[in-house]
């Protein structure tokens, strides 16, 4: 089958052609179909993409920035798998002399099923979109001095080891709302609670000498509006969308991009030998996962309208 852009090409030149040709006959102006036009989206090219990150990084990029803190800290990358912006990822630096990036391949959100109906939670399509954010990720960090940690398995079972191996004083992340991730985020505290961290290795200072446990520190960060920004608790939120829009707009604002170091390093120096090194990024024939399927799918219907045949409810071809 062609290319998208290809027959997209196609139908505007139709478009034209058809309202030249109707235009000395009819007063009425011939327009594509809205979908047509809607697909008409300029596209940048890789040396183009790599030039609005760098400008983007170098605007939000700040020599003035200062570390506060010691000891070695873990940022959990869950959902938001970005530098830039990140403020779990800046409390971090700035709380630590050593980060730890970590980024842990759940199977219960990539092989698991919806508790109602049984439907995966990740197809192979949202699976080759988190690879590629993850790889992005990875270049990011190396850029700035850091690498990503990736491990296969459950958070709670991964980070108070690696918590423990490097000595980390605390592990930052974002929030989340939903009740299996916040099921999570208590499974890992628990855990980390049964972490024992000497206090001079885990950038803790004070006279006693006894051990402590990493801590579990939670960061906003999946709105535009701040959730501490808002004009009216969460509990009584809104329930129509135009009441909620006039608050805001009228008495929040949305906070400004976060800044960045130059540097987001160094990784902790020690430690990373004993849980196995970086890691890699998984592939969707390691998840067990392929787009084949949903390729011939497309194709399918792409061809049905050229030929004349039309898809039934039940996925067979009608003519």
Known sequence: PRQPAARLRALL???????TSTS???SIPFRPPRAVLAAAVPSLGPDETAAAAY????????????????????VWFRSDL???????????????????PVYCVDPRALAGATHRFGFPKTGALRAQFLIECLGDLKQNLQKRGLD????????????????????????????????EELLVERLVRRGLEQ????????????????????????????????????????SNLPDVYTQFRKAVESKSSVRSCGKL?????????SGLDEIGGWGSIPTLESLGLSVTKRRECVSLEERAPLSGEFMSTSGRMIS
């Open 24 to 26: 000395s006959s009819t």
């Open 13 to 19: 030149a139709m478009a034209e052609a058809a309202s």
């Open 148 to 179: 990503l940690l990736v491990r296969h398995g459950k958070p709670e079972d991964i980070l108070p080891a690696i918590a423990k191996a490097v000595s980390a004083h605390t592990v930052y992340a974002h929030k989340e709302t939903c009740s």
């Open 55 to 74: 400008e983007a990084f170098r605007r939000h990029t700040s020599t003035g920035l200062r570390r506060g803190g010691g000891g070695v800290a873990v």
């Open 195 to 234: 972490v024992a961290v000497p206090r001079g290795q885990g950038g803790a200072s004070g006279r006693s000498n006894k051990p402590l446990s990493p801590k579990l520190q939670l960061v906003w960060g999946a709105t535009m509006y701040h959730v501490d920004d808002l004009p009216f608790p969460v």
């Open 82 to 100: 970005r530098v830039l912006d990140n403020e779990a990822l800046a409390r971090a630096w700035a709380a630590s002399g050593a980060v730890l």
């Open 261 to 269: 170091p130059p540097s987001l390093g160094p990784a902790p120096g």
